[in-house]
């Protein structure tokens, strides 16, 4: 297993208003992380999803209600519905809009245990970890917690599964201090990540002075292990979809129950 420590300091500031493509850029293959953006051009995404690496930046969500019917500043959170783009997400882990960037990012508030500790956010490949097809590389993302003045440490674990004992242990680890952001519309830090490979799973946990706060997401940047043939071919015979039309009655349920 490996483990490090990484600070972002001011030098790696990345706001949350610099985007890296509007909604009308076309989809193209890239040398660099996060070779592609979910959302942007269907048609060719359905040519690269199977090889390519790529950055869920989530443009793909929509606020469930608008911020004039809310008559708040604040858009009502949207449940990340499993699977997304043949990952799982873990319950609690939402969508909710930022106004500064114009666009949908992670949110996760740790739930407190009986027992006094917190549970980890988690994605993985869901009921494929055990096919070796689905092991993935976590590059890196951006984060930021909810916290006025002290800094965000957040934990990050990478996780691969053994056959031998059909379980997922534990290959990666990366502990990294992040300025404090009082809220998703404040800067999100680049934060990269090394030796997450081959992964079934990834873990995100955070302390803020040794408690649980809020924590927000975006652009993970993630590629497939291995883009053989054989792998790709085992990639393509499961469709890469999400669950919009579970958003899209979870909408007209919050209608209903304001009275639209």
Request: hydrophobic residues 35%; glycine residues 6%.
């Amino acid at each position: 297993m490996t483990s490090s420590a990484t600070a972002i300091t001011g030098s790696m500031d990345y706001t949350m208003m610099a985007v890296q493509a509007d909604s009308t850029t076309q989809l193209a293959a890239s040398s660099t992380v996060g070779g592609y953006v979910f959302g942007d051009d269907p048609s060719k995404r359905a040519q690269l999803k199977n090889r390519s690496d790529v950055t869920f930046d989530f443009r793909d969500f929509r606020p469930l209600m608008p911020h004039f019917l809310l008559g708040t500043r604040s858009a009502h959170p949207v449940p990340l519905l499993s699977p997304y783009h043949r990952f799982w997400f873990s319950d609690g882990i939402e969508v909710v809009e930022s106004q500064s960037l114009g666009k949908m990012v992670l949110q996760y508030q740790q739930p407190a245990m009986a027992d006094g500790t917190s549970r980890s956010a988690n994605f993985s490949t869901g009921p494929k970890q055990a096919t070796e097809c689905f092991a993935f590389n976590l590059y890196g993302m951006r984060l930021g917690c909810s916290s006025a003045e002290s800094e965000c440490i957040f934990t990050l674990k990478g996780l691969r599964f053994d056959v031998g004992s059909s379980t997922n242990i534990e290959v990666a680890t990366q502990v990294v201090h992040v300025p404090a952001c009082s809220s998703s519309n404040h800067k999100l830090q680049h934060v990269p990540v090394t030796d997450f490979v081959s992964l079934s799973s990834v873990t995100i946990s955070l302390k803020v002075e040794g408690e649980d706060q809020m924590w927000w997401a975006d652009e993970i940047a993630l590629g497939w292990s291995d883009n053989s043939w054989e792998k790709t071919s085992c990639r393509a015979e499961v469709p890469d979809t999400i669950r919009s039309r579970d958003l899209m009655m979870a909408g007209k349920k919050w209608r209903r129950w304001i009275g639209m």
